[in-house]
Every structure is written in structure tokens, then in C-alpha cells.
């Protein structure tokens, strides 16, 4: 019969304490990407870089949005309507990309009936909202917690009392 001496044998033992069951922790990093800065010119987007932050900053002249670049759908979907080229200031959708919700406003020069929808990567319509006619502002908080992350479009229809009806589509990044 052959024995191990006692020094492997406590060797062999701490190997398998710390190899057996030693438990492995590991870190879950969130991928981030978000524009520093920028703007458009004609039909050209530009930026600045990255930050670390997903935020909106709103002053009544001026919006900022640390979020990512809305840049001309038409190129990367089929969408032709592309939101800031139909509403221009009008209407906001930040913060882009987002892990909880993005809050909409629009302030309209004159009354008219406004619909929201929010469409996934399928094409499939996942919200409904059927405002109303409104004066001038709204604004509405979109809840984006229980879809998975992914690409979202939030199609906004208005029809003014007076003119021709608008529809603008915007592109949302869900982290």
C-alpha cells in the first residue's frame, strides 16, 4: 500500500480548497457610447467625442444633449421622415441613448391634434399614445424599462387646425 507523506497530502488539500471552492467574482460592464458635443450643418452631423454622462441641459434658446447623434435615417432605414429635419426646435427626445425612459416635448406654434408611437427594430408598434388636440406644449415621459435594449423609433403625427399634418420619426437607443 502506498502512502503520501503528509506534506503532499496538505499540498494536495490547499490546492483543492482554493482551486475547488474558491469562488470566481466578475465585473458587468455596461457598453456606453455618447456624444460630447456637436451639431449639424446642412446635411452634415459632426461631434466632438465621447463623455461619460446621458443627459439633456435646456435653456429657452438652446438644448444640449450629451446623448448620440439623430443622423440622417434615410441613409442607414428607409425612413424618410426624419424627425429634426421635419419639426426642426419643435420637438425634443432626449436622452439618447437611454436605459430608463426619454421624456418628449413639444412646443407647437399653433393648436392641433398629436399621436405618439413607439416602433421597434421589427416594426411592430409597442406604445400608443393618442394625445389629443393640444395649444402649444407637451410633454410626455416614455417608459422604456420593460423592453430589451436595442434600436426604438418614436413617430410623431401632427396635424395643426389650420395646414398640412407632419409626421417625424426619431431614433432611440436603448442601453
Known amino acids: 500500500m502506498c502512502l503520501i507523506p503528509f506534506g503532499r497530502f496538505v499540498l494536495i488539500i490547499l490546492l483543492f480548497i482554493f482551486t ?4 470566481s467574482y466578475s465585473q458587468s460592464i455596461t457598453p456606453f457610447t455618447l ?3 456637436g451639431g449639424t450643418v446642412a446635411n452634415l ?25 439623430q443622423p440622417l435615417t ?3 432605414t428607409v425612413i ?21 425612459l426619454v421624456h418628449f416635448k413639444g412646443n407647437f ?27 402649444s406644449c407637451y410633454e410626455k415621459d416614455i417608459l422604456f424599462d420593460k423592453y430589451p435594449s436595442g434600436i426604438f423609433y418614436v413617430k ?16 432611440i437607443i436603448k442601453i
Not at 419643435?90 to 436622452?95: A, C, D, E, H, L
Not at 392641433?112 to 394625445?131: C, F, N, P, W
Open 35 to 37: 456624444n460630447n458635443g
Open 156 to 171: 410623431v403625427y401632427f396635424k395643426p387646425t389650420n395646414g398640412f399634418s407632419k409626421t417625424g420619426i426619431y431614433k
Open 80 to 100: 424618410n421622415e426624419y424627425g429634426p429635419a421635419v419639426f426642426g426646435n419643435q420637438i425634443t427626445v432626449g436622452p439618447n441613448p437611454t436605459t430608463y
Open 109 to 135: 406654434t399653433q393648436s392641433g391634434k398629436l399621436s405618439i408611437q413607439v416602433i421597434d427594430a421589427k416594426s411592430s408598434v409597442i406604445i400608443t399614445h393618442d394625445v389629443g388636440t393640444i395649444f
Open 74 to 76: 434615410t441613409v442607414v
Open 45 to 69: 452631423d459632426w461631434n466632438m467625442g465621447e463623455s461619460v454622462s446621458i443627459v439633456s441641459f435646456s435653456t429657452p434658446n438652446y438644448l444640449l444633449n450629451t446623448g448620440v447623434l
Open 20 to 23: 475547488g471552492f474558491a469562488n
